[in-house]
């Protein structure tokens, strides 16, 4: 049975708001195999302290075979910084072990020819490889799928804007923001969207009470200067 749904019409609004509130600079995709060690890296992690660390990987390994092949002990002081980091010294050789035993090589580019649901399936059974490691590697690399991100910090403004219903889980974010968007929208538009609610949730949209005096948003936002403001993360964390 083939679903309709509709259109969010404060989404172009929110993305003009929050593009002149937080300019992101244009930076080059990343090659897709580079975007997903990044997006393993930065998981719970500062983006500046994952890009450090990222930049001293390649460093210390001169190709993603010799990632693939490192052991752990050796691994584990090059990360450095990063949350998790004994079990990422872990996941990303068996991470990279994976892709060559289902491709017979490193390399991603052939996703490039898969339907954004195929490429997101096939990503999520990698070791160490959640939704939203999955469609920001899609989105933010050449590959340049339209995959809406949704992460912990940026589900806080997504569900305060009611950009989906009341109780939606975190794994599901992301499509709401799918059926909701303009027709036109491509991934650079949903990156930016990404990107712009980031920095909400950072600079305004608190885990506590919301400066919501203060939101580019605050007008369109149902629960903006309300009790409901105060909507957690999660169901049921702080």
Not at 81 to 86: D, L, S
Request: charged share 25%.
């Amino acid at each position: 049975m083939s679903l309709t749904f509709a259109r969010d019409k404060r989404l172009p609004d929110m993305l003009d708001r929050l593009s002149k509130a937080w300019p992101s600079p244009a930076r080059p995709n990343a090659e897709p195999l580079s975007q997903l060690v990044f997006m393993v890296l930065v998981g719970g992690t500062p983006t500046a302290v994952a890009l450090a660390v990222f930049q001293r990987l390649r460093q210390r390994f001169r190709n993603w075979g010799d990632l693939r092949d490192a052991d752990p002990d050796v691994l584990l002081p090059v990360l450095r910084g990063v949350e998790r980091a004994t079990d990422k010294a872990t996941t990303l050789p068996r991470m990279l072990q994976a892709i060559e035993t289902k491709r017979g090589e490193l390399d991603l580019g052939f996703l490039e020819q898969w339907n954004s649901d195929e490429a997101m399936t096939w990503l999520c059974a990698l070791p160490g490889v959640d939704a939203t490691i999955a469609a920001a590697t899609l989105s933010f690399s050449t590959l340049r799928k339209t995959v809406a991100t949704v992460d912990q910090e940026s589900a806080r403004p997504v569900r305060r804007l009611r950009l989906a219903p009341e109780g939606t889980p975190i794994s599901a974010l992301d499509r709401h923001i799918m059926e909701r968007m303009p027709a036109d929208w491509k991934a650079s538009e949903l990156n930016r969207l990404y990107q712009g609610l980031t920095k909400l949730a950072d600079k305004i949209c608190h885990r506590g009470k919301p400066d919501c005096k203060h939101c580019p948003l605050s007008d369109l936002c149902p629960t903006a200067a309300t009790r409901t403001a105060t909507i957690l993360t999660f169901p049921g964390s702080a």
